[in-house]
């Protein structure tokens, strides 16, 4: 079935830096990706849609200065998390469609952790 | 807008069948999925239902679609402690540009040996 990789699956940094998180479809080209934010115990917020060559659609609340999102090629999209601080600690989630086709199911990364010191 | 309810918890005993209920409420949605979360893990697709089938049985695994009620179940027969998990039900539609997926809060299945 389809995959879709997420890396690195634990980051833990000092606040300030920015933190870059790759999610790479493997055995299908994917023109859509999705970044959510999971809170302990909480479902999925989606942050941010993004499509291959043009820029990603950000979420109300979501501030898209601070999370940067690029969609280079079909097969990855990176999320961005800029100057990060403590509240920024999350576990973030990548999720891939497989194609242009509408209502397929999103195939997810298995995620990355994110702890800011 | 749109939204999608579960119920928090579930706790089977080993070897019972589990049953987890989802409703949604818009009338528009074309698939309805059921996802699995383990901890620390991402999200699993377990199976999904278009909105124009009653049921869909896979192995263990079934699931009921009332439209008219807009009520989705997940049945997992003869649950084992490895069901343990987070399920996730969700649902889309062209309405919402074919793309975007609703989640649910998520169910968490305690299974006890």
């Known amino acids: 079935g389809a995959v879709v990789s997420q890396h690195p699956s634990r980051v833990i940094c000092k606040s300030g830096t920015s933190v870059k998180i790759e999610c790479r479809s493997l055995?299908?080209?994917?023109?859509?990706m999705f970044w959510y934010r999971q809170f302990p115990k909480q479902s999925l917020m989606l942050m941010a849609t993004?499509?291959?060559?043009?820029?990603?659609?950000?979420e109300q609340g979501v501030e898209k200065d601070k999370f940067l999102i690029n969609h280079a090629s079909l097969t990855l999209s990176t999320l961005t998390v800029t100057s990060a601080h403590p509240e920024d600690s999350s576990f973030y989630i990548c999720?891939?469609?497989?194609?242009?086709?509408?209502?397929?199911?999103?195939?997810f990364g298995d995620g990355t952790r994110l702890s800011i010191l | 807008g749109e939204d999608v309810e579960q119920s928090l918890f579930l706790s089977v005993r080993e070897g019972d069948s589990s049953v987890i209920n989802c409703t949604y409420t818009?009338?528009?949605?074309?698939?309805l999925y059921w996802y699995k979360q383990e901890p620390g893990a991402g999200l699993q697709l377990l199976t999904y239902?278009?909105?124009?089938?009653d049921m869909k049985q896979d192995q263990r695994l079934t699931v009921l679609l009332n439209k008219k009620d807009k009520h989705l179940s997940l049945r997992i027969a003869d649950t084992q402690t490895g069901d343990s998990a987070i399920y996730f039900c969700?649902?889309?539609?062209?309405?919402?540009?074919?793309?975007?997926?609703?989640f649910g809060a998520g169910t968490r299945l305690f299974v006890k040996a």
């Open positions: 055995d299908f080209q994917a023109t859509t």
């Open positions: 239902i278009f909105s124009n089938m």
């Open positions: 993004s499509n291959e060559g043009s820029k990603a659609t950000y």
């Open positions: 969700a649902e889309s539609n062209s309405n919402t540009g074919g793309f975007k997926t609703i």
């Open positions: 818009d009338s528009s949605s074309t698939y």
């Open positions: 999720s891939a469609l497989s194609g242009l086709i509408s209502n397929q199911p999103q195939h």
